[in-house]
């Protein structure tokens, strides 16, 4: 007799994105099972040991205010952190974290243990079972899942969270093994299952540095890197106080003519160069040898030695992955200043593994042409845990919004960084690994990470996810916020002796007129801290709202501009494609134009414009036939 | 559902010259004209011929063509004609394209075009060959503006800067521009996204400098918009003075044995003549006014208004001064004018008794801020007219039009892009020296960068993720 079990979503893999999905599916009241080859690896951190970084900080953020787990996780078990670009604008901002990689995926483990609704299961899903939803038709429905061992679970939605478990292969020079990261068991099975239902795979590539016994480098050699001396936490709901603690230190080192010698004469025995490896590695975190190779005027490279964890000696060599041999690797890391005679504890590698082009989900993250099957992470052709994390979320909470008979989450990209990650994802052609990064932001300035309680905590709230105590917190900062905006707008300070006096010690220009205070605070030489003693009426402030009140006011022009550009945008985002247009009745569009079109069968015009091999003409055309089609029903 | 049909147009100019040529884009181009085009031997063979091939025949009258046969069909000619067949999607509109070629003359093509449109075509609008042409993705929408200008240039200059622009000078220059703007971004974006590796340290003060650079670039560009306009439009030139100075048979002179009279508008109000003269390879819409002087007749007060109100849009000021009688106050109040425009004075009647000397009007003019230059002119005695060419190259095209290869910027749309990338850098500029950080730079370099991909029809994209990527080292 086989096992049979009926729940509301399967979650296959328990990475970032899996442990999101499940949780926001449980939380939302929904039966859920999360499925995954090793109980040991949940939230495992296969690569580097740190959580957030450039732009990654603004996702992480976002998950928190949606209310995920990531950022309530890392604050509980970092073991440094540091806001990056503190001397650059507020927009780029990011805060990161280095963890203590065993704690977060145990703390994460003991969350997801401690969930209603929510089972943990160990084992391999090696069949997606489903039906075609209506006679005769292309479209399919998932009815449930198979694991390796006979058990079926019958469910009304599935989140595929593999990572880069489906049918891994790892590379280290000649040395192939057919696993997992970390040498963990791959999924064999469920590729072929998924191409069964007429979803495209593809290939890409990663990989990862060294880690090194941390008792045989010479730190003696090396620059210490410190955290920050007040730590600001990731979750909006973690109490700054409650953080301060004492702080791990990071190393730099750098590498030299006789590492890039070393790497340059042994090229033909890395699986890259030799052409072992078909897939596509990200060019954002290339191995040492690509860095070498395409920017070979360079002398020297950063590396950064990071630990892994409080209980461990191990050393990430951050800076330096590689999918050479195990020999010509030791060799190369023995010539780097500290490294002389270190030893390595796992060797780096190259991991190959099976994902989809993205372009098959809708925004939802549901695939296009399977009704309840959704795709999150590292599956879905990104790079790191917190693009992963984020998609996760989003998977999960539309898999639970679907069966509740809600409204999907959709943001778009002047709302988040999700909504422009996940937009990429879905609209572009990426080609590689795909990682967040500032610039991919248009609107950046509006999405900082400072403000992404503001921004999307509302929603969170209408999810479900975010509780009633922390929407009302949040209502009152809101409100202090704009109260005490209007108050430096419409107080205003004359040219008095005192005053002058005051800006002639901050070395500003003297008034000639009576100024508001807002004025003030917005001159270069100027804060709101600093104008205190003109600022008779001030009342004492939480910090949170200080900083908006000041970023506001300060950078108030450049807002206003792009404030103004989101307004163009989203013009074109709120021009609906009907689902029933019919793209050859569509006179003059290019057969390219045409082609990808009805492949893709955008939902705006807005989404139109970013396909790739759809040109301005094609969406002059488009609109013009859109306005026809409108009066002509 | 809009119809694609098929258009019809005389492609070349409706005058009479050797060869016309009338052309066809459409499905249907090819089965109207063999309804009309007849082999020597009166075969109907178009609809099976092969693309790109030309064939000799007879074109026939398509209102009784019931009754023509392989026997009669010479009794219904209209031209003997060559017809080539262009089959989509390798035209120039990527749609079916058929090109009748028939003798010139105008009564000839109005008839060819009278049998084509009676046979099934329909008469294209203006521009609508290169609107579809745009529309099919043949071309992008500088070219199409550029075609259109072709169109509408007045003289072989103009033409030549538009062919230039089609070949893509302009656009090459434009690329060039925003490959340097977006360098700089993905500088600034690579160091924000990795602070550890990429630093600013210095930075403001590098980007300052390339954007004195950009802005040169840029300058030039729309310097030569307004060059380009000149000469599609021609130089507006008011000649003023006061009544029988000579300007009248100055004009006529100018005129005189090469006249090219394009245009002759009377004015609304009287005393005001407007025309159109070509000078060399520039033309000039010269505008003759009554004479600048105080007057008290309310009828001739309404002519001075107007006048003075073309002076201030003129490009360029003719003042013809009659140098055989001395200067009074009229004079004096029209050099006042002079001080802030391009000028030329011309001393005319330079054969008769000198009474006024160069050395005066330039002592009066010796404040202005504005290029004025003396010529000396006799129109009986036929002296300076080379003189006022040669002045008049000098002032618009630095005297060196002809061999300079540079591209124009011929087009309104280019020119206002051009302004906004000029103005945004100058933003950046100011971003810089208020002291902003590193991150709003990229702001308005984005912008730059967006505006001039407008004049070249290019998008954003994923340009500057690829550029970060492949010119600096990322970390990890």
Redesign the interface.
């Given at each position: 007799m086989e096992i049979r079990e009926k729940v509301d979503v399967c979650i296959i893999g328990a990475g970032h994105a899996g442990c999101e999905a499940a949780l926001a599916c449980a939380r939302l009241g929904l039966e859920t099972v999360i499925f995954t080859v090793s109980v040991d690896s949940i939230a495992l951190m296969p690569c580097?040991p740190n959580v957030g970084g450039?732009?990654k900080g603004h996702l992480v953020r976002e998950l928190d205010a949606l209310g995920g787990e990531m950022g309530i996780n890392i604050d509980k078990t970092f073991i440094q952190s540091k806001m990056?670009?503190t001397?650059?604008?507020p927009?780029?901002h990011s805060l990161r974290a280095q963890a203590d990689k065993s704690e977060y995926s145990r703390s994460m483990r003991k969350v997801l243990e401690a969930q209603e609704h929510l089972t943990i299961k160990q084992a391999e899903v090696c069949e997606i079972l489903w039906e075609n939803s209506k006679e005769e038709s292309d479209e399919k429905k998932i009815t449930g899942v198979k694991t390796f061992t006979g058990a079926i679970y019958e469910c009304r939605a599935i989140v595929l969270c593999t990572g880069t478990y489906l049918n891994a292969r790892c590379l280290c020079g000649e040395a192939i093994t057919y696993t997992g990261p970390n040498g963990l068991q791959a999924a064999t099975h469920l590729t072929d299952s998924l191409k069964n239902m007429g979803i495209d795979l593809r290939r890409f590539k990663t990989g990862t540095p060294a880690r090194m016994d941390g008792r045989t480098i010479d730190y003696s050699k090396m620059e210490e890197q410190f955290g920050d001396e007040r730590i600001v936490p990731f979750s909006f709901t973690t109490d700054p106080d409650s953080i301060q603690k004492e702080q791990a230190s990071c190393w730099l080192t750098y590498t030299n003519e006789k590492t890039h010698d070393i790497i340059r004469a042994n090229l033909d025995r890395s699986p890259i160069y030799a052409g072992i490896i078909e897939g596509t590695g990200p060019?954002?975190?290339?191995s040492i040898e690509d860095?070498v190779v395409?920017?070979s005027e360079?002398e020297r490279?950063?590396v950064?030695l990071e630990p892994e964890g409080l209980h461990t000696h191990e050393m990430y060599v951050?800076?330096m992955?590689s999918s050479l041999p195990e020999d010509v690797q030791l060799a190369m890391y023995r010539t780097v200043p500290g490294l002389e005679n270190c030893k390595i504890v796992r060797n780096a590698y190259a991991i190959e593994y099976d994902c989809i082009n993205a372009k098959q989900l809708y925004p939802s993250l549901e695939f296009k042409k399977v009704k309840g099957l959704f795709a999150a992470g590292q599956f879905n052709g990104s790079s790191g845990y917190e693009e992963a994390a984020v998609q996760g979320l989003v998977a999960g909470i539309n898999a639970a919004m679907e069966l509740l008979g809600r409204e999907p989450l959709v943001m778009d990209r002047s709302e988040s960084y999700i909504g422009v990650l996940i937009d990429d994802l879905v609209t572009?052609d990426n080609r590689e690994p795909y990682r967040m990064?500032?610039?991919?932001s248009e609107y950046?300035?509006l999405l900082r990470q400072d403000n992404a309680d503001l921004r999307l905590s509302e929603k969170g709230f209408e999810i479900g996810l975010i509780s009633k105590e922390r929407y009302e917190a949040l209502q009152v900062k809101k409100t202090s916020i704009e109260k005490e905006m209007n108050r430096l707008k419409t107080t205003f300070v004359g040219g008095n002796k005192e005053v002058q006096e005051f800006l002639r010690l901050h070395e500003s220009s003297e008034l000639k007129t009576a100024a508001s205070l807002a004025e003030l605070i917005c001159r270069?030489e100027l804060s709101y801290e600093e104008i205190a003693p003109l600022d008779k009426e001030r009342v004492s402030l939480p910090r949170d709202v200080i900083e908006q009140v000041e970023i506001e006011i300060k950078?108030e022009g450049?807002i206003v501009?792009?404030t103004r550009q989101v307004e163009q945008y989203k013009k074109m985002e709120k021009k609906l494609i009907p689902s029933d247009i019919d793209y050859d009745?569509v006179?003059?569009l290019?057969i390219?134009?045409r082609q990808k079109l009805k492949e893709f069968q955008p939902i705006s015009v807005g989404q139109a414009s970013r396909l790739?091999g759809v040109?301005?003409?094609?969406i002059?055309?488009l609109l013009v036939y859109l306005e026809?089609f409108k009066s002509n029903r | 559902m809009e119809r694609k049909d098929t258009i019809v147009a005389i492609a070349t100019a409706l005058t009479d010259s050797g060869i016309g040529i009338i052309r066809l884009s459409g499905e249907e181009s090819v089965s109207i004209v063999n309804r009309i085009f007849l082999t020597k031997s009166g075969k109907r063979i178009l609809s099976t011929v092969k693309s790109h091939t030309i064939h000799y025949g007879f074109l026939v009258d398509y209102n009784y063509i019931s009754e023509i046969n392989e026997d009669n069909f010479k009794n219904y000619l209209i031209d003997e004609v060559m017809v080539s067949v262009m089959k989509a999607p390798k035209s120039y509109t990527m749609e079916d394209t058929v090109e009748i070629n028939c003798h010139g003359g105008v009564l000839v093509m109005k008839k060819v075009l009278e049998a084509v449109l009676n046979a099934g075509a329909r008469m294209a609008e203006p521009g609508e060959f290169t609107k579809r042409a745009f529309l099919n993705g043949r071309i992008d929408l500088s070219q199409a503006e550029a075609v259109i200008d072709v169109i509408h240039s007045q003289n072989e200059l103009a033409l030549k800067s538009s062919v230039n622009q089609l070949k893509g000078d302009l656009a090459k220059k434009i690329r060039e521009l925003r490959e340097a703007v977006l360098y700089e971004i993905a500088f600034i974006e690579s160091a924000l996204d990795d602070p550890e590796h990429i630093s600013l340290e210095g930075y403001p003060n590098r980007l300052s400098e390339k954007i004195i650079f950009l802005k040169k670039d840029i300058k030039q560009l729309l310097e030569s918009a307004e060059n380009g306009r000149i000469i599609k439009e021609g130089i507006s030139t008011v000649i003023v003075g006061k009544p029988n100075a000579g300007k009248s048979s100055l004009l006529n002179y100018i005129l005189g044995e090469d006249r090219a009279i394009v245009t002759d508008i009377a004015g609304t109000t009287r005393d005001i003549l407007q025309e159109n003269i070509r000078l060399g390879d520039i033309s000039l819409n010269m505008i003759d006014t009554a004479g600048i002087r105080d007057t008290q007749d309310p009828v001739e007060k309404i002519g001075v208004e107007k006048a003075k109100k073309y002076v201030e849009d003129a490009d360029l000021l003719l003042y013809v001064v009659d140098s055989s009688v001395p200067l009074d106050q009229n004079d004096f109040d029209i050099l006042k004018i002079l001080q802030n425009k391009k000028s030329i004075v011309l001393m005319n009647k330079s054969d008769l008794n000198q009474v006024v000397e160069e050395k005066m009007i330039m002592d009066y003019l010796k404040d202005s801020v504005s290029d004025i230059s003396i010529l000396h002119t006799s129109t009986t005695n036929k002296e300076g007219l080379d003189a006022f060419e040669k002045t008049v190259h000098q002032m618009f095209f630095r005297g060196d039009i002809k061999q300079d290869n540079q591209m124009m910027i011929i087009n309104i749309r280019h020119k206002e892009a051009l302004q906004v990338a000029y103005d945004s850098l100058s933003l950046v500029e100011r971003t810089i020296q208020d002291d902003m950080p590193e991150d709003f730079y990229s702001i308005d370099l984005m912008s730059a960068y967006t505006s001039l991909g407008t004049i070249i029809g290019e998008e954003v994209e994923d340009d500057l993720v690829e550029e970060i990527f492949s010119k600096f080292c990322m970390g990890k």
């Open positions: 580097n450039s732009s990056l670009n001397s650059k604008g927009a780029v060019r954002y975190c290339p860095k395409k920017f360079k490279h950063q950064f951050g800076g992955s572009k990064m500032t610039s991919r950046r300035l270069p950078y450049y501009r792009q009745q006179p003059s290019r390219e134009a790739s040109s301005p003409a094609d002059s055309v026809h | -």
